[in-house]
């Protein structure tokens, strides 16, 4: 790697010297200008390209742009989104002023799609795309969380508040798998992961919704496709830009808990329920109330482990270039500490991108793109055990009156372990390299070739400091240091040829492509542990104690070999086709299941361009879109299922003594194959003359040989299962998208998007037994992850029951449960079969999702003089949410209780929606609809308000402009859920949860 990131830089160094010297000995004439819009209000971004030649710029803030030109008889060509490119003569003139019209929503935009660029009006694939601009001052961390109500049929979901793992989900048209359902991310040509670009570094985001748009990626596009462009540079000025902001971080919300005094109350009637006594007495409660004795503290844990954090985002982007060599240097620095205590993310990281072409027709172009980031990511070692003890109650002490550690039930203290040194640090090392090269090898054809190279180094660093714990009576619990160190390594290459050919004849335009791929991964870890180190601050593995140490290691490797080609056909502009076909082969699978086929067709008809639409003057244009096609899934976690793999460790007696050995453990299915998604979809895309754009779909996917593992015999021992294709998921939607912008005469802009999805995920058929667990379930009928269990039907109440000799016994007629006798304040459960008992065996039913019905989001932006304002509200309906143990359940563990409680049944509150307080776990943890909640939410995802200085003020020190702007992320959020927040993740049945956050931020944008 060292001697490649040499050879760059070298390279490099000779393109830059070759920028410098054409700027030196050409001849120039310079011109400057003014771009404004129909209501005269200066134009920023309009782009400025000297027609034939790769030169040009965009203007600034105030419409102003200038250009150095070679010849005074050079053709510029402005063009903006939604306005009609202008071509201008120079004439030798030094100053040009021209005023764009709008038009309708651009014709000629260009998205990028697979292994190339489309116009947006030739599409005839479901594609949606971000728009960029709307993120640029957003204080986002992680790139994924840009699709966050931004696309129609895309649902992204933030998994964490956590810094470094603050990632979205992304599904992309429902979950159609059991296994790993995100999209395939391809960045700049090369599969790889959102979260190594920064989201400052991307000039587009295309997102492949449909069989026919993402089948050219065959068996890895079953999930959908997000294509990543990051920026590039242009002929022109170098352009340097810096971008800051500082902001504050603190929890969306966490859940009202008790104090010390309720509790401490509740705990007693409960106890008294279960048929004990008191626990604690009125002279416990009062010494909780007064708050001056350690031991009896009255701690919100929220608070101790939750608090404000502070973070700092940098950003430094060069730009610029020649006719023949384009650059952009990008580089910036993360600071972001934690909400809770331990944690924090810091990360650098560049990027690099040059373009350089060669001949005197630019007929060979080479470019090289180069990446990389150093991040350091600190948490709890035991991260999942802290945020389980911020749920603690508040009558366990945290000190005692000497400011030592306690040990809560004489067990464990992660505040205080933390604070002494209990933490792990992973160390990121990630690197991306491209090399590129497309050669026109006449005209209408052209051949290119990539090779990317990814790697990404890890060091974890999992240290348990040597901590001593006490007890109220004094005695202590000595905990012994340890440590854990785990390096790893993951290697990623990727080989691309590609032929690519274009004509024009007449009405009739042909494209096609043909293309081979290539790529290997390979994957190697180590780790070593020893224990009773000297202290707490030499985290080396050496210093432990090297009688306990022990070790691990492991390595797979996995490779993909493809063939696809492509071809469109236009006619006249009005009718539209695109045939896909891939042909893939994966080493996950046994000889003979390796290779799959995926195919796709596609049609639009541009019915605005038809004679008889002509006339028709409120409408600019109109198309028709239908699309099938199929995509695989070979992602199963699995490296080698088509193998019997050896597993070491597994000792045996030979003769007396034990002897090490190895042996399989887990059986395989050599007939294992793809899981194939088949797409069906039906679109719409209209553009009015009033500034009303819509674009609107339906679709049909069908996921079929869903892996799932297959049941076998216990007489087959301790053997792991193995894989089936065994099921058939649908998920079926509409999704639309309405835009809206226009401008008054004040120069007032306004611009308004909103997107709508609902989607239906189903279970369509199993092959292998359903999984009627609780509390989620695999249940044909049903949707993926939803939540099974008994449905409450109320409460017990004492009319409920006869009362003889201090004993409840229910009447007649009322339902019974059969896990256990009900009194006055149970729950009362849904007798579904009618028998008059309800039981686990048959009346258990689907009880809640995971999915919504409805994602939907409304993005506003006003313009206006220097001021602007961005407002994104995002939000989902008809989701549900799973709070169990922990808060929800009374007297979990060491937990506390959420306040709610306070309003429980009794004899004097006959509540129908809480029960009576128990200890018993039979009766409290149950899985039901009472520990459901209604998940949906509507949220101010982001509110931005910035001010751009005028440039008649910045122009005499060189600077084109400057902007400041305050933002808030997560302002608020309207919900009925009483726990986190509601945006969590499928796996999230617990009060243990990263709470998201708020963070407010103040930021600094300047060009040069």
Do not use: C
Request: charged share 15%.
């Amino acid at each position: 790697m060292k001697y490649l990131l040499n050879i760059t830089g070298k390279v490099v160094a000779v393109i830059l010297l070759f920028f410098i010297s054409s700027n030196v000995f050409g001849q120039e004439l310079k011109i400057s200008g003014k771009v404004t819009d129909e209501s005269h209000a200066p134009m920023p971004g309009v782009n400025v390209l000297v027609q034939g030649t790769h030169t040009g710029t965009i203007t600034d803030a105030n419409g102003d742009f200038s250009l150095t030109l070679k010849s005074p008889n050079a053709i510029l060509d402005f063009s903006f989104i939604g306005y009609v490119t202008q071509h201008i003569a120079v004439q030798n003139r030094t100053h040009i002023n021209i005023q764009l019209v709008p038009s309708a929503k651009s014709l000629n935009e260009v998205v990028v799609v697979g292994y190339g660029t489309q116009k947006k009006v030739n599409l005839t694939g479901a594609v949606g795309s971000v728009q960029m601009s709307d993120m640029k001052d957003r204080p986002l961390t992680n790139a994924s969380l840009a699709l966050q109500g931004t696309i129609p049929g895309v649902y992204a979901l933030q998994s964490s508040g956590q810094p470094g793992s603050d990632n979205a989900v992304i599904d992309i048209r429902g979950v159609g798998s059991f296994q790993n359902s995100s999209p395939l991310v391809i960045i700049d040509g090369v599969p790889g992961d959102l979260s190594s670009v920064d989201p400052n570094d991307i000039a587009s985001i295309s997102v492949l919704k449909d069989a026919a748009s993402a089948s050219i990626y065959g068996n890895r596009a079953a999930n959908g496709v997000i294509l990543i462009t990051t920026k590039r540079g242009a002929a022109g000025k170098m352009k340097i830009s810096y971008n800051a902001y500082f902001g504050t971080q603190q929890a969306t919300r966490l859940p009202s808990v008790l104090n010390s005094v309720q509790y401490a109350t509740l705990y007693n009637e409960a106890s008294v329920n279960s048929g004990g006594t008191t626990i604690y007495s009125a002279s416990d409660i009062a010494k909780f109330a007064a708050h001056n004795d350690p031991l009896y503290p009255d701690i919100n844990y929220f608070d101790v482990y939750y608090h404000k954090a502070n973070m700092q985002n940098h950003r430094l982007d060069i730009s610029g270039g020649t006719d023949n060599v384009h650059y952009a240097f990008m580089v910036g620095h993360l600071d972001q500490n934690g909400i809770l205590v331990g944690t924090s993310y810091e990360k650098t990281d560049f990027r690099s991108n040059v373009d350089a072409y060669f001949f005197k027709d630019k007929r060979l172009r080479i470019s090289s793109n180069i990446a990389g980031s150093f991040g350091v990511q600190d948490q709890p070692t035991d991260l999942w055990d802290a945020e389980w003890y911020a749920t603690l109650a508040p009558v366990h002490p945290l000190t005692n009156a000497n400011g030592q550690w306690m040990a809560v039930n004489g067990e464990r203290n992660y505040y205080g372990e933390v604070k002494e040194g209990s933490t792990s640090i992973t160390k990121n090392y990630n690197f991306s390299g491209q090399l590129d090269a497309e050669y026109k090898i006449y005209k209408d054809l052209s051949a290119q070739v990539t090779y990317g190279y990814n790697a990404n180094l890890y060091n974890v660093n999992a240290f348990h400091a040597n901590v001593t714990l006490y007890n109220p009576d004094g005695s202590s619990i000595p905990l012994a240091s340890d440590l854990t160190v785990t390096d790893g390594t993951n290697i990623h290459t990727l080989s691309t040829a590609l032929l690519k050919y274009h004509k024009k004849i007449n009405k009739n335009e042909v494209s096609a492509l043909a293309g081979y791929s290539e790529e290997v991964y390979t994957y190697d870890w180590e780790s070593g542990y020893r224990s009773n180190f000297v202290n707490n601050t030499q985290r080396v593995l050496s210093l432990g104690d090297a009688a306990t140490q022990t070790n691990n290691a492991g390595s797979y490797d996995l490779a993909l070999r493809s063939y696809f080609g492509r071809l469109n056909y236009n006619y006249d502009g009005k009718y539209l086709f695109e045939a896909n076909i891939r042909r893939d082969g994966s080493s996950r699978f046994a000889v003979g299941h390796q290779w799959g086929t995926f195919p796709s067709v596609s049609g639009g008809w541009i019915i605005s361009n038809e004679k008889f639409m002509k006339n028709i003057s409120w409408l600019n244009m109109l198309k028709l879109r239908a699309s099938w096609g199929q995509l695989g899934n070979e992602n199963i976690g699995e490296y080698y299922n088509g193998y019997d793999v050896l597993s070491s460790g597994q000792n045996y007696s030979l003769g007396g003594t034990l002897a090490s050995g190895v042996a399989v453990t887990k059986m395989t299915n050599k007939n294992l194959t793809w899981e194939t998604s088949q797409q069906t979809d039906i679109g719409v895309d209209m553009s009015l003359n009033n500034g009303i754009d819509l674009t609107a779909d339906f679709f049909d996917k069908r996921t079929k040989n869903l892996l799932l593992p297959q049941p076998i015999p216990l007489t087959l021992g301790a053997l792991s299962e193995p894989y089936a294709n065994a099921g058939e998921v649908q998920n079926r939607g509409i999704e639309a998208s309405v835009t809206y912008r226009t401008t008054f005469g004040n120069g007032f802009k306004f611009r308004v998007t909103a997107n709508a999805s609902h989607i239906v995920n189903k279970i369509l058929n199993l092959d292998v037994p359903e999984q009627l667990t609780s509390p989620k379930a695999i249940k044909i009928g049903a949707a993926i992850n939803s939540f099974y269990g008994y449905k409450m039907d109320g409460i017990y109440q004492l009319s409920d029951f006869n009362y003889s000799n201090g004993v409840y016994t229910l009447k007649p007629g009322v339902v019974s449960v059969s896990n256990f006798t009900a009194q006055p304040g149970d729950i009362k459960y849904k007798d579904l079969n009618g028998d008059g008992i309800v039981d686990m065996n048959n009346d258990r039913e689907v009880i809640g999702k995971q999915f919504p019905d409805l994602t939907y989001s409304l993005n506003l932006n006003l313009t206006w003089k220097n001021f602007d304002l961005l407002a994104f509200f995002q939000g989902v309906q008809g989701i549900q949410g799973y709070t169990y143990y922990e808060i929800a359940t009374p007297f979990s563990g060491f937990a506390n209780m959420g306040s709610w409680w306070m309003n429980r049944w009794t004899p004097t509150n006959p509540s129908n929606t809480l029960p009576r307080l128990t200890f018993d776990g039979v009766r409290n943890n149950i899985h039901s609809s009472f520990y459901m909640e209604n998940a949906s939410y509507l949220r101010l995802k982001n509110i931005e308000l910035g001010y751009t200085i005028d440039q008649k003020y910045l122009s005499k020190v060189g600077i084109s402009s400057i902007r400041i702007y305050g933002n808030i992320q997560n302002a608020f959020t309207i919900t009925k859920f009483k726990g986190f927040d509601p945006e969590q993740t499928v796996d999230q049945t617990r009060a243990e949860a990263f709470p998201q956050v708020r963070i407010m931020t103040v930021g600094l944008s300047v060009n040069f």
